[in-house]
């Protein structure tokens, strides 16, 4: 078998679980098998690296936070190659960098280019285990890069595309559950649960696995397999494929969840598509994804514009409205939650909508802004009735 396993922070926070993974990292290469390890940061290295950048006071400087951010994965892999050799197994850690992984300029938010995998395949043809450091790349110049939050399953599933390797992504998690546990602590845990099904949750919030890592693994087909460290009964994790069993009996997959949401609006803009383009333009320009985007017509013949992203892109933008240079205020509110329904049977049974909406009325919850997509219901809530509106949801479509 050739596998790519992917270690998350709390997988590695401390030596002695760098230890016990190397131990099996050790087993399974003595198997015969080709193994290629991707490890994050050491438990909460990258939140104190930030904390150290913000007494310093510079932590716009997107270039230094991207190199002094890389330093965290670079100790874990050191340490776990040192790890792997002490049960006689060589083992060589690699950087981004190292490993060929060739971005985009985007600082803090880059995407991958390209893999160049003459090393690795060089290092797993002499018989090493490759220990890949997650989470970054450099661009063709040499500039160090980030790939964004959960960056380190996204090197994880673009190694194995590139290399035909099965993926198997280990967390402190048991897999993927119909909620989050934390929230509604009788939420299921699933088996099984398709790309497209994934990929929808982890757009709309489920922190279990980032989006592009679900996208590359359904582009190319990556076995894709979510599980708790250490834990070799794979029964007990949850397999993310092309296509489940028994689609039909489960209309509603799960419920994601995406706090700390910001509306911004514009109002009573001039139908021309000048501002909408300085705008967007604006947006691409900071290399930020919208989340939800809507316009609607005045009697005036004028619109009002209002999209949806996270407070922190949203100070991004607000930040860098003068560039504009135009009369129209971007008003900003915050306070909200989106909740969405995510199930490939939302398209094929009737009244998932109005069973979600008579819920959220039947226990007094105001919605606000409601989209749809073949496989998903969003809405935007008050963010002092998530834990109800999740609960009861829940229970409605037994979750």
């Not at 100790?75 to 190659?81: C, G, K, N, S, V």
């Not at 757009?203 to 460290?229: D, P």
């Not at 989209?371 to 969003?378: K, V």
């Amino acid at each position: 078998m050739n596998v790519v396993e992917k270690y998350g922070g709390t997988s590695v926070a401390t030596i002695d679980n760098i230890k016990k993974i190397a131990k099996h990292v050790a087993d399974v290469k003595k198997r015969g098998d080709n193994i290629i390890v991707v490890a994050s940061a050491m438990g909460k290295t990258t939140n104190k690296l930030i904390e150290m950048a913000k007494e310093i006071g510079n932590t716009k400087n997107s270039r230094e936070m991207d190199s002094l951010l890389s330093t965290g994965e670079q100790r874990t892999i050191t340490l776990l190659a040192m790890a792997i050799e002490t049960y006689g197994v060589k083992a060589i850690s690699l950087t981004g960098f190292q490993a060929g992984f060739v971005t985009s300029n985007h600082h803090a938010h880059a995407y991958i280019k390209d893999i160049n995998d003459r090393k690795i395949k060089k290092y797993i043809k002499e018989g090493y285990v490759v220990v890949v450091a997650g989470f970054q790349g450099a661009t063709e110049n040499g500039e160090i890069t980030t790939l964004g939050r959960g960056g380190s399953d996204t090197t994880a599933v673009a190694l194995a595309a590139k290399l035909h390797y099965d993926c198997y992504i280990y967390t402190d998690v048991n897999g993927v559950y119909t909620c989050d546990p934390r929230i509604y602590p009788k939420a299921k845990k699933l088996k099984e649960v398709t790309y497209m099904e994934m990929m929808q949750m982890a757009i709309l919030g489920s922190g279990v696995l980032e989006t592009r890592s679900v996208e590359l693994a359904s582009k190319y087909n990556v076995k894709l397999y979510l599980g708790r460290s250490l834990n070799e009964d794979f029964s007990k994790g949850t397999y993310i494929m092309k296509q489940t069993k028994n689609l039909e009996d489960m209309p509603i997959t799960g419920i994601s969840i995406k706090d700390d949401y910001a509306i911004l609006r514009v109002t009573n803009i001039k139908n021309d598509g000048i501002f909408l383009s300085k705008l967007f333009n604006l947006i691409a320009k900071l290399n930020i994804n919208l989340d939800t985007i809507s316009q609607q017509l005045n009697d005036d013949g004028t619109v009002n514009f209002t999209f949806y992203c996270n407070k922190a892109q949203s100070d991004e933008i607000l930040d860098n409205a003068k560039e504009l240079e135009c009369e129209y205020p971007i008003k900003r509110m915050l306070g909200f939650v989106k909740l969405s329904l995510v199930g490939v049977g939302i398209s094929t049974h009737s009244g998932i909508a109005a069973k979600v909406l008579n819920t959220l009325n039947m226990n007094n919850i105001r919605y606000y802004q409601i989209t749809s997509s073949e496989i998903s219901i969003s809405l935007t809530i008050d963010e002092a009735n998530k834990k109800v509106a999740v609960e009861k949801l829940c229970e409605v479509f037994d979750l």
